[in-house]
């Protein structure tokens, strides 16, 4: 006989997440290569060189245990942002944050408000803390912050608003956070997640919230426009009062020492970002161009990713999978016609458009047409 675990734990459906090119690889019998992964909006350059180099200096003292206040990283992510150390915390990936905001502030029977095609690691998190996810509708994909304040009641403890949200690539300006924010009540904790902050063009200002020692929390990542998504590190920035709380709820060393370096020296690598977005602007204007050609819809895109309407997803996955293209399907989103793609090297965008459009010549795509 089994233990008995948590009712909310059992019930729990695990984060599926993007297909590693290793296991395709075994299965196909194909040299990883071979294989372009365009599943988990990684950076197609990789790291910066500089965060390599400092990431094999770092390799040396692997003997010793990383410093688990972070001083120099924390102090520098304040510096670049004008903030304090005391605002900062460091997470194992920025969804480590997610998990510590349960910690502090969930109990059994609480609420949490999020937009209806959200990021799914909030909900699981949620779930895991015994905590009930409201899900507002999202006209258009993009998050309806009117409608989230609306859904708040006594009972919420966390809104997360998702800017750019994933897997949708929409976002919302500052003129709706800033009517949200006048408004939204003191029991709540406002969660702003950032992770593709660094693409954006126009992106709103919502530090000036943790300045204003409002309850928000705005996360940010080195896994994505920093290419160190391997490294799991990412950071919460927050008001010294609940940035304390957050930091009593996470391990003495949940940010290992090499990733603190790396994330460091990658910080600093402003060229390496500038290319990082210069390449994923043009992927995608190429992608959703070449959509647009298909006569695919598409939701316009802010991030290194798109969201495309191709019929059956998953059949269309597979279909892909078959031919050494790892994308996204999205039924766990409730998004069962369409897959995520992020945008890769030119090289890379091309191949996944070939396949695609041979896909669309076989008729596997033939639904897309008619699904809307
Ligand atoms: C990729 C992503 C993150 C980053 O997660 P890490 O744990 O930092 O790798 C966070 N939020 C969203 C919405 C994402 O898509």
Same mark, same amino acid.
């Given at each position: 006989m089994s233990p008995v675990a948590h009712s909310h734990v059992l019930n729990l459906v695990a984060y599926e997440p993007g297909k590693p090119v290793e296991e395709l690889a075994r299965e196909m019998g194909l040299e990883p290569g071979q294989i372009v992964k365009? @599943?988990?909006?990684? #950076? !197609?350059?990789?790291?910066?060189p500089k965060a390599l180099e400092a990431m094999r200096h770092t390799l040396e003292r692997s003997h010793f245990y990383p410093d688990g206040g972070a001083w120099a990283l924390r102090n520098a992510i304040a510096e670049k942002l004008g903030l304090a150390r005391d605002n900062v915390i460091l997470g194992n990936g920025s969804n480590e944050i997610i998990e510590f905001l349960g910690h502090a502030y969930l109990s059994p029977g609480d609420e949490v408000v999020t937009a209806g095609h959200a990021f799914a690691v909030y909900s699981l998190m949620a779930q895991l803390f015994g905590a009930k996810t409201i899900e507002v509708p999202d006209p258009?994909?993009?998050?309806d912050l009117d409608a989230m304040l609306e859904a708040?009641?006594?009972?919420?403890?966390q809104v997360f608003i @998702?800017?750019?949200? #994933? !897997?949708?690539g929409t976002m919302v300006g500052q003129k709706a956070i800033d009517r949200f924010m006048a408004k939204v009540p003191d029991h709540v904790v406002v969660v702003f997640?950032?992770?593709?902050?660094?693409?954006?063009?126009?992106a709103p200002d919502v530090l000036r919230y943790v300045r204003q020692d409002r309850n928000v929390v705005v996360m940010r990542t080195f896994s994505k426009i920093q290419g160190?998504?391997?490294?799991?590190i990412g950071y919460g920035l927050a008001p010294a009062r609940i940035s304390a709380i957050l930091q009593k709820t996470r391990q003495p060393f949940n940010a290992n020492g090499i990733a603190q370096a790396g994330a460091l020296a990658g910080l600093l690598d402003e060229e390496h970002m500038r290319l990082t977005k210069a390449l994923t602007d043009e992927g995608r204007a190429f992608l959703q161009a070449a959509f647009t050609a298909m006569g695919l819809e598409f939701v316009p895109s802010v991030a290194n990713f798109v969201l495309v309407r191709v019929g059956d997803g998953d059949a269309v996955f597979k279909a892909l999978l078959k031919r050494g293209v790892i994308v996204r399907a999205m039924r766990s989103y409730k998004l069962h016609e369409w897959i995520r793609v992020s945008v890769g090297t030119m090289v890379q965008n091309r191949h996944f458009l070939n396949e695609l459009q041979a896909l669309q010549k076989g008729g596997i795509l033939s639904g897309a047409a008619h699904a809307r």
């Open positions: 365009l @599943a988990s909006n990684e #950076n !197609p350059l990789g790291p910066s258009g994909y993009t998050h708040i009641t006594p009972r919420t403890r @998702a800017n750019p949200n #994933n !897997p949708t997640d950032e992770a593709y902050h660094e693409f954006l063009d126009n160190l998504a391997n490294l799991r």
